[in-house]
């Protein structure tokens, strides 16, 4: 594949040229170079993702609040075939079909259970949002501050800032953090020794979580550091081990 086959539409930050903190479009950036699969980044601020997804024919991933529809990042745009597709899990359900010459994501017959799997284990990793969102608009262009600040805070009903807990609230949702990776932990652990789910073999799930995880870091910046260090002494190093796993493919 000497070509760039796919055009991959990610979210402009105050980090580009290196990826920003979006969980979801890392995860496809991450799988894109786990597989070796050639791609260009068209960059987007957040006001521009819904007239460029509707242009190119993208299709929305969900509603909004006011029901209006909701055209989200990560996209791709496969020259080779001429799809077009949005949501992360099923671009990367399309990448190992498409490309089976390939590292896969999903070996064997292990989609459903890798998807299910995934769907676990994020939910317990969103106990870090409250933690972390604060620090994602310091990352962001002004332009797309606006627009960001506007739709998150609108559906809270205040600003992210206020989510944060402090003193006694956030040592409990300190506890509360390390009981789900916890968890999460437990899971992975129950496959071996290995760093991954499936042992010394990193598939979907390992770039999911390791991508998130990569997006955590890039959000919490320098001045969200301490958090990091603390999140990274939990469970044996469970969780830097898996960005930094993911880290070389995060790029
Ligand atoms: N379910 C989607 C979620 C993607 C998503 O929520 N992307 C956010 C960035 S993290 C987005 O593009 N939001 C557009 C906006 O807020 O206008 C996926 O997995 O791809």
């Known amino acids: 594949m000497s070509q760039k086959l796919i055009t991959f539409y990610d979210i402009t ?11 979801f479009t890392a995860k496809v950036r991450c799988a894109l170079n786990f597989k070796g699969i050639k791609f260009t980044t068209v960059w987007l601020e957040y006001p521009e993702i819904e007239a460029e997804c509707k ?8 509603k909004r609040p006011d029901g209006s529809l909701l055209y989200t990042l990560p996209v791709i745009q496969d020259l080779s075939t001429g799809v077009v597709m949005s949501e992360s899990n099923v671009i990367l359900e399309y990448l ?6 390939t590292p896969k994501l999903f070996p064997g017959n292990t989609l459903g259970i890798q998807l299910a799997f995934d769907a676990a284990a994020q939910t317990r ?13 310091a990352g962001l262009n002004p ?13 809270l009903g205040k600003r992210v800032e206020e989510l944060e807990p402090k ?21 992975i652990s129950k496959s071996g020794e290995g760093k991954f789910i499936m042992g010394d073999e990193m598939t979907f799930v390992d770039i999911s979580l390791g991508a998130a995880l990569c997006g955590v870091r890039v959000a919490l910046g320098d001045k969200g550091a301490a958090f990091w260090e603390e999140i990274s002494g939990w469970h044996s190093g469970r969780w830097e081990q898996l960005r930094k796993a993911c880290e070389p493919y995060h790029k």
């Open 96 to 101: 190992d079909k498409t490309y089976p010459d």
């Open 143 to 155: 332009v797309a501050e606006a627009h960001w600040r506007s739709t998150r805070e609108r559906q």
């Open 13 to 23: 930050t105050k980090a580009k040229p290196n990826p920003g903190p979006s969980p």
């Open 125 to 137: 990793l969103l106990d870090i949002l409250p933690l972390a969102i604060a620090y994602i608009p």
């Open 167 to 187: 003193g006694e609230a956030r040592v409990a949702a300190l506890q509360k953090i390390q009981a789900s990776l916890g968890e999460v932990d437990g899971w």
């Open 55 to 62: 242009r190119i024919g993208a299709p929305p991933t969900g």
